[in-house]
Structure formats: structure tokens, C-alpha cells
């Protein structure tokens, strides 16, 4: 910051800027020795109020600024009289009621802030005004003095008067009456104010004008001599200057009521688009005011030899006058250390440029006259920018005032224009900060000044491109190889948040930000470098590596994987930001920005993209945003592009609606789901065979590859392969397990069930399927001797299916009370099991055995209205339906079973049967036909056949019967 006296300006809402000369502190009015013994300040007499306070004023109030605040100002003024020298005495009167208990701790204790310098402060009342009708003045005792704290690298010579009010209790008012008087010995006869009604910063200096509180009447008033002309603008809200005169002065007053404070909801609001107040200044134009800051530099121009043989130095060797010019102001940036040294002789003007250098410290006004010296010694033209920063609040172009903040550089090289800070340490050389860019401005050199807008922050000043590739395993895992580059002040604030910090410090608070997107993630190595981190001119590489475990997760339903992927810049940098519905402000992005962002995924031979998300393409008037889906020739590589560029970074509070949808759209855009499925593509043979040449270790990929050939039904290649497969990976059980569907016959299947039983006897998978296959061969003994075993060797979800299994081992044993018990073990175990189609399905089957038909049927009809297409469920609601000759519901049934059915040969058998019971003839030839297309090996497919066949022959006519005649022959 600038380090000049326009803080305290703002802090204490108002304050005079007296002429320039000796400086001339202002005496206190006499006291009895005795009093000034006691008290610690100068007293004076009450001056005459605008507003006096009585209790009946609070029933004007708005209801909610008594209740809803901890306090609210009931009134907040200042008076200023303003003499012939540009001298002035400003008298400041607050009441401020105290709503509950939180304002008696936050108010207890007012602060005034003033330069013991060039001020003098004068309390002329302090007072509590009780809830109970009682008055308690406060007493010397409860006044102190104190030094302000050195704060963020700024040495301030102000003082502080510490006033504790005695007795507080919820619903007091508080009183207050100071004057400060004096003058700043560095200004011409020009006095200048920015007041501000509704804000004030940490610095306060009066009850009632903390921002976090309404105030609900406010007024300022300014006297000045006839002689003067006085230039003033209402910010804010329209604010009209009420002007009266006398025979020798002319005052201007401003009053205006219910100001609600800025909202603290969130930072996301730039505080002065809240302020309310009013700029006054005796300038007559910018060029007075840019003539008065070249006066301020007299004597602080000149280059000492100290500084020209540095100059020397820095640039020798440099080819161009550029590359000469940032060598200077990178040094006077990275060398200079920043610090202000307050107010006084110094609040305004600049240090002599070679005391600046020998100390090797100094504020933006000091740096900035050593490098507006230093450039000149290479003959290239500056022009000094001074300018409030952004939530300070704004120079008006109708009042020429020098109120600023921060003064930096207007460089000419070769003819082209370069903003330039020399306290900018994060940015490139010619960047500015972007609190500064767009503001309005007093541009000057030594021929004169001039008000201008500068330019705003545009997108490319903040630009990210991340270019990631996603490597998908067989086994769906996933990783990201990630290369984002920054430039500009995305690269800045990189700086900000990683320069001088740990590796390991770098790496927590890079991996947060991709936590919220991706669970699990790890980051397994972060590569930056770091002289591109220390120069600000140079954009930042940052390479690295996230193992995002499953990515994808199986969809068993649909037989696929499901991932998300997203841009993490975009939410960071966009949707961060986005504004609650009851939001009551406007909304300020941190900057503009532009945003490339690449994902490119590669799937394994193994795996091909299922459903891809579509394009989308979204504009607004804060921007535009792309996302695109590029096509690629290989069918396991897949392109995501997110493009965004914000050109306006500011939403006016009647534009939120707006916004708001377009932040809803854009958020539908950061993350979209990819869909994979297991490849089959009979072109994936061949890439299946050549990824094993090369990594014959992957059992995934020889999973894959027999499950193709089976599909294709190269059945002979399938086997081939999978012998090969177990040959390399004997231990791998989903390979030992593909085994089944290769058995040549059911004794084949029983040995290969007892083998994996044999090799994984801890997994309750293989035991549990090895009695459902004995019951389905009709091996009721076997069946229950190792269902049994496995139930009392596994809990959990295969202690659960042990329990089904063995209810429909009785089911086929006629013993239906046994498995209605097993039943109700189950329930014990999982209450959850009664919704499953498998335990309903059984239950029905017992109610089935038992002939109880209409039961069955109520409970079957039950049971699909959870799972409609359940196949199990449909085939015993057609049962019961034939055996209650409901020929409706069974034809019913039997459609949707067929419909569900169309790629299982069991179920198509089934069906072609439940036609045949339903003398549906063609369908049922048709279906048992589609099902041997299937499976050649379906009984019930084959006796339907045989039944149509049958049916289809003529029937055999009897011999006849001889004569009666030749009978009796």
C-alpha cells in the first residue's frame, strides 16, 4: 500500500487536509491544573448537536434494526468548519443503541483515532443513557491512550484513545461527542475528505459506524470561507447538498436515513459497491492535483551516483531497452523490502530515492520514485499512476481529489505502453495486480495530470491449459497423468500459495483440491519448477501423477462401469463462487479468467466406451463456456474439452437470476459421467492378443479375452485360451472359475465345483454355488451335508444365501415347515433378505408345495410389484395362474417372462413349455426353438418339440369292420 494518511482517511470516515506550512498543533482549551492531571485527553465543552438523543426515537426505528443486529446506530454525524488556511476543526457526534449481549462486549470499548502530529483531540461528551431512564458520564479513569500496533508492514505514528464505557446492560445508548483539530503540514492551502456513512475499516474511530451495523440517521456538514469553492459528489445513493450561506462562509450539509451495513454473508462482494457517503476537495482540477504531487517530489528526483553506476550494472549486456527495464524493476521489486513508515513528514512524499536504496526497504510511493529515477537514467518516459484499489472506494472524475491508496508506473518502451509496479512482486513486470486494473485514476508527470478509467482485466491475463491423460487398467483402476500450466495472475496466485513452502506443504493443499471429485486419490509425485515458481515473468509448469483407485464403478444391473470425470480449475475458479437463493448482494469474481482443459482417456483392449456425455455449449454475458466430445478412430480412446472464458467478473444483484441459471448450467458441465462396458468387439481379439504378447501377466485381460471367444462362440479358442490363461495364473479364481461354463457335462461341472471348493475353501461363494448345483442334479444328500457345512463355517451375505439354498433343498424334499424355519433364520440374520427376488421366490415355492394356490399367487403378485421382471418371480406367477385357470394372468406373466428373457435358453425353455400348457402351440415351438438356437443341451426345449411334432402327425385310422353278413359267414 501506498503508506500514506488516506487510511486513516477512510478509517475515521472524514478528516481534514489543512494547508502546507509549518506545522502547527492546535493548544487545547485551559483546564484547572488538577483536571489535566486526570484526564488523559483534552476536554472541552459540548458543541450544538443536529440530534439530541430521547427514548422515544426508538419507536421511529425500523423494527428489525433494534432485533435483528447485535446494535444499531441511531445516529451518526460530523460537523466541519474549515478556515481561510485550509485548517479544520471537525466535530463528530454518535448514539449507539446496544440490542444484546454480543454489542455490550463489541461495543464496550470505543476507539478514536487521530495524528498526535498534526491533530489534537478534544472529547467534548461521553455518556450512557440506561435502559432504566438514567444518564452516567464516563469518568477519567475509563480513558487511555495508546501507540497503534505496527500492522501488516506499515508503522503508523497514530494514536489511539481507548474509551470503556461502565455498566453496560442490553438496551443502553451510547453518547459521543469529539472534535479533532489540525492540520497536515504537506499540503498546499487544500483541504479534501472522503466520507463514508455506512463502513469503516478495523481502524474505527467512533461508536456506531462499525459496518457490521444499520444506522439509521446520518448527516455531514461542511463550513468553508466564501473565497473557497468546494467540489463534492454524493456516492452510493443520490444525496442532495442542502448550501446555505453567511456574510464570510457557505456550508454544505448531506443527511440521509436507514443504511443497512454491507453484507458479510461472504467475500465474494466488493464492499465499496455498499458505501454511501460523499467526496469533497478545494482542488480545482486534476492537474492541481497532479501539480501538488509533483511538488511533493521536488528534491527527490535526482539519480545519485550510487544509483546510476546500479542502473549500469543491472542492464549491462542486455541487448534491448525491454529486457534493460524489467532487469530494473525486478530489482527494485525482489530487493526493495516493502515498508511504510506512516504519517508525518512522510505520509505523502516519497523518500529521497538514494536513502531508499541504502536502507533497502521503503512503501509503493518510495519504490515507485527509485524506479521512475532509474528509468529515466535509460531516457525512458514515466508517468506516475495514483489511484484508489478496489474496496477502498473510487475517485470521482467531478471531484479532483489525491486521495489514494497506491501509486505505481507508466512506462513507455519503443513506443508501447506498460503498467508498472514496483511492490508487485507475484506478477510479471509489466502485469498489475487486479485490484487495480480497471479503476479510475489520476495519471501524471512533471507537464501535468489527467483523470482516466484504466484498462480493465482481460481473460488471457489469467489463463490455465491442463492437458491430463486417464489410463484405465483391465481391473478398471485408474491414473492421471496431469500438466497444468499457468500464466499471468493465475500464475501469481500460484506463487502466493507455493513459494518458500514445503514439499509437503505444497502437496496437502494440492491434493485437497481434487478430494472433493475424486475418492480415493493419491498424489504420487508433484513436479514443479522451481525457477519458473520464483520468476514472475515466466509462466508455471506443474506435472503430476493422481492413482485414483476404481474410478469406475461396476453397474451390475447394466453390465457396465461408470466413472466421473471433471475440471477442478473450473469449479475453483467458477463455481466456488456460486450464490446462495436468498443472496441480497451482487457477486464478484475474483478475476476474469480463460480456461483450456483436456482430458483424454484410454481404456485398456479389455474395455470400450459405452454411453459418452454429449457436447454442451452455454452463453452468457459473463461469458461462454464449451464442452466437447472429440470422435477418435481408436474406439478405447475418448476426448473431453472444457473450454470457459469469464470476460466480466461482476454480477449486479438485478442480474442474479440470470446468473444463477447460468451458474446451474455451468455446474452440469464441470463433471460428467463415461460409461465402459466389457469389450464385444470382435476386432478386440486381436487387440487382446497382442496387449498378452506383451502382458502375459495381466489375468484380466486373459478373462476378457476368453469371454470374447466364448460369446463369439469360438468356443474351441476360448477353451484353448483359457487353458493358457491357467497355465500362467493357476491361482487366479475368476480364471478357474470361467471353467464352468465349459463343462462338456454335469459331472464335469460337479468336479470343477468341488475343485474350487477345494482351492478356496475360505471363500463362501464356491461352497454355497457347489449345493445349489447338487440340488439342481437332484444330489439331495450331498447338497445338504455341504450346505450345512457352510452354514456353520460363513456369516454375512453367503450365510444368508446358505439359508435360501437349504429352503429350496426342502422344498424339493416335501419338507416345507423345515423351510419356512429356514426362512426365519434368514430374517434373523438380515431383515433386509425379504426384499430379495431370491427369498421371495422360495417362499413362494413353499407355499406352492403346500397347494395353497391363491396364497402363492397373492404372494407372488407381492413380490414383482418390487421386481417386475424378475424371472424367478414371473415363473411362479404363471404356475399358480395355470393351476388356479387364470389363463389371463398367466399369458400376462408369460409375455413379460419372454420379453425378459430373450438372450437366457433356460427361461426361453420355460416359456416355450408355459405355451404349450396354454395350447399356444406356436409360440411355443417358436420359443423352444429360439432357445436350442441358444443351447442345444434344453430338455424342456426338446420335449416341447417332440409335443409339436406328435401333434402335427395324423392319427392313425382303425381297420374296418367286416360285413354282418360276412360275420355269420
Not at 13 to 28: E, L, N
Not at 53 to 68: A, D, G, I
Not at 469 to 490: P, S
Request: aromatic share 8%; with cysteine.
Amino acid at each position: 500500500m501506498r503508506g500514506w494518511a488516506w487510511r486513516v482517511v477512510l478509517a475515521v470516515v472524514f478528516c481534514a487536509w489543512p494547508a502546507a506550512g509549518t506545522q502547527a498543533q492546535q493548544k487545547p482549551p485551559a483546564k484547572p491544573a488538577e483536571t489535566r492531571a486526570v484526564w488523559k485527553v483534552a476536554r472541552g465543552a459540548a458543541e450544538p448537536k443536529a440530534l439530541a438523543y430521547r427514548p422515544e426515537m426508538l419507536k421511529s426505528v425500523p423494527k428489525e434494526y433494534l432485533t435483528e443486529y447485535a446494535a444499531c446506530c441511531l445516529f451518526s454525524g460530523v460537523t466541519v468548519r474549515v478556515d481561510d488556511t485550509g485548517a479544520s476543526e471537525d466535530v463528530y457526534h454518535t448514539l449507539v443503541r446496544l440490542n444484546n449481549a454480543a454489542a455490550v462486549e463489541e461495543q464496550g470499548e470505543c476507539r478514536i483515532l487521530f495524528q498526535p502530529e498534526f491533530q489534537t483531540l478534544i472529547l467534548n461528551e461521553a455518556r450512557v443513557h440506561t435502559a432504566r431512564g438514567e444518564t452516567i458520564d464516563i469518568r477519567p479513569e475509563h480513558i487511555h491512550l495508546r501507540d497503534m500496533n505496527t500492522d501488516y508492514q506499515v508503522y503508523s505514528t497514530a494514536r489511539e484513545a481507548i474509551i470503556s464505557f461502565p455498566g453496560l446492560t442490553v438496551g443502553d445508548v451510547l453518547e459521543m461527542q469529539w472534535t479533532v483539530k489540525g492540520r497536515d503540514p504537506e499540503f498546499a492551502p487544500q483541504w479534501v475528505a472522503h466520507h463514508v456513512f455506512n463502513e469503516t475499516d478495523a481502524e474505527s474511530v467512533s461508536q456506531g459506524d462499525s459496518s457490521d451495523y444499520p444506522i439509521y440517521q446520518a448527516a455531514m456538514s461542511v463550513t468553508i470561507p466564501n473565497g473557497r469553492t468546494l467540489r463534492h459528489a454524493a456516492f452510493g445513493r443520490p444525496l442532495i447538498a442542502n448550501i446555505s450561506e453567511t456574510a464570510t462562509t457557505r456550508t454544505y450539509a448531506w443527511s440521509t436515513t436507514e443504511l443497512l451495513p454491507p453484507p458479510l454473508e461472504d467475500p465474494e462482494v466488493t464492499r465499496e459497491n455498499f458505501q454511501v457517503g460523499v467526496a469533497c476537495s478545494t482542488f480545482d482540477s486534476w492537474d492541481a492535483v497532479a501539480q501538488w504531487e509533483i511538488a511533493l517530489r521536488k528534491g527527490r528526483t535526482d539519480c545519485t551516483p550510487e544509483i546510476r553506476a546500479l542502473v549500469q550494472k543491472l542492464t549491462k549486456g542486455l541487448p534491448t531497452l525491454t529486457e534493460q527495464v524489467r532487469a530494473l524493476c525486478r530489482f527494485v521489486r525482489s530487493d526493495m523490502r516493502y515498508l511504510s513508515r506512516g504519517h508525518g513528514e512522510y505520509g505523502n512524499r516519497p523518500h529521497p530515492p538514494g536513502e531508499v536504496l541504502a536502507n533497502r526497504f521503503g512503501d509503493c510511493k518510495d519504490k515507485t520514485q527509485l524506479l521512475a529515477v532509474m528509468l529515466r537514467e535509460l531516457n525512458v518516459p514515466v508517468e506516475y499512476v495514483v489511484l484508489l484499489a478496489e474496496g477502498s472506494g473510487q475517485m470521482l472524475a467531478e471531484v479532483p481529489s489525491p486521495i489514494a491508496d497506491h501509486i505505481f508506473l507508466r512506462v513507455t518502451v519503443d513506443g508501447k505502453s506498460h503498467w508498472v509496479d514496483p511492490t508487485g512482486i507475484w506478477c510479471g513486470w509489466n502485469q498489475l495486480r487486479e485490484d487495480c486494473q480497471g479503476r479510475p485514476a489520476l495519471i501524471f508527470n512533471e507537464q501535468g495530470g489527467r483523470f482516466e478509467l484504466l484498462p480493465e482485466l482481460k481473460p488471457e491475463d489469467c489463463r490455465i491449459v491442463c492437458e491430463a491423460e486417464l489410463t484405465v487398467d483391465t481391473d478398471t483402476k485408474a491414473r492421471m497423468k496431469v500438466r497444468q500450466t499457468f500464466h499471468g495472475l493465475a500464475a501469481a496466485d500460484l506463487r502466493i500459495r507455493w513459494l518458500g513452502k514445503p514439499a509437503r506443504n505444497r502437496r496437502d493443499r494440492f491434493l485437497k483440491e481434487f478430494e472433493n471429485y475424486y475418492e480415493p486419490v493419491q498424489l504420487t509425485d508433484l513436479l514443479i519448477d522451481e525457477r519458473q515458481l520464483a520468476d514472475p515473468d515466466l509462466p508455471i509448469d506443474v506435472r503430476f501423477t493422481l492413482d485414483l483407485g476404481e474410478l469406475f464403478h461396476e453397474d451390475t444391473k447394466e453390465a457396465e462401469w461408470v466413472g466421473r470425470m471433471a475440471t477442478v480449475q473450473l469449479w475453483q475458479r467458477l463455481l466456488a463462487y456460486r450464490p446462495a437463493a436468498d443472496r441480497r448482494a451482487g457477486l464478484d469474481m475474483p478475476v476474469p479468467f480463460e480456461m483450456r482443459d483436456t482430458l483424454r482417456i484410454k481404456l485398456p483392449p479389455t474395455h470400450q466406451f459405452g454411453l459418452l456425455p454429449l457436447s454442451q455449449h452455454l452463453d452468457a454475458k459473463w461469458g461462454h463456456f464449451d464442452f466437447d466430445v472429440l470422435n477418435a478412430q481408436d474406439p478405447h480412446i475418448a476426448v473431453l474439452v472444457w473450454s470457459v472464458r469469464l470476460t466480466d467478473r461482476h454480477i449486479l444483484e438485478a442480474d442474479l437470476p440470470e446468473y444463477r441459471k447460468f451458474d446451474e448450467a455451468a455446474g452440469s458441465m464441470v463433471s460428467h459421467l463415461v460409461h465402459i462396458y466389457r469389450t464385444d468387439d470382435e476386432e478386440d481379439v486381436e487387440r487382446l492378443q497382442a496387449y498378452l504378447q506383451d502382458r502375459p501377466e495381466d489375468p484380466r485381460a486373459w478373462l476378457t479375452l476368453v469371454d470374447l471367444l466364448a460369446s463369439l462362440e469360438r468356443q474351441d479358442e476360448a477353451e484353448a485360451t483359457l487353458k493358457k490363461a491357467l497355465v500362467k495364473h493357476a491361482g487366479d479364481r475368476p480364471l478357474q472359475e470361467l471353467r464352468l461354463i465349459f463343462a462338456s457335462s454335469l459331472t464335469q461341472e460337479t468336479e470343477i465345483y468341488r475343485d474350487l471348493v477345494r482351492r478356496w475353501p475360505e471363500e463362501g461363494k464356491f461352497t454355497m454355488l457347489y449345493g445349489l448345483h447338487l440340488i439342481e442334479r437332484e444330489q439331495f444328500a450331498d447338497a445338504e451335508k455341504v450346505l450345512m457345512a457352510g452354514l456353520e463355517k460363513f456369516d454375512g451375505v453367503w450365510a444368508l444365501a446358505g439359508c435360501i439354498y437349504m429352503a429350496e433343498l426342502r422344498v424339493r424334499q416335501k419338507r416345507f415347515a423345515d423351510g419356512y424355519a429356514l426362512l426365519e433364520k434368514a430374517i434373523t440374520l438380515d431383515e433386509a433378505v425379504e426384499e430379495q427376488p431370491s427369498f421371495q421366490e422360495v417362499r413362494g415355492k413353499l407355499l406352492e408345495g403346500e397347494q395353497k394356490w391363491a396364497a402363492a399367487a397373492r404372494h407372488y403378485g407381492a413380490s414383482l410389484e418390487l421386481h417386475p421382471r424378475e424371472p424367478g418371480l414371473l415363473t411362479g406367477s404363471i404356475r399358480t395362474a395355470i393351476q388356479q385357470k387364470n389363463r389371463a394372468d398367466a399369458l400376462r406373466h408369460l409375455w413379460t417372462l419372454i420379453s425378459v428373457s430373450a438372450d437366457d435358453p433356460p427361461a426361453l425353455a420355460r416359456s416355450a413349455k408355459f405355451s404349450q400348457e396354454l395350447e399356444r402351440w406356436e409360440d411355443a415351438e417358436l420359443l423352444a426353438q429360439h432357445a436350442l438356437e441358444l443351447d442345444s443341451a434344453q430338455p424342456d426345449a426338446l420335449a416341447v418339440l417332440d409335443a409339436v411334432k406328435k401333434r402335427r402327425q395324423p392319427p392313425v385310422q382303425p381297420a374296418a369292420k367286416p360285413a354282418a353278413a360276412s360275420r355269420l359267414k
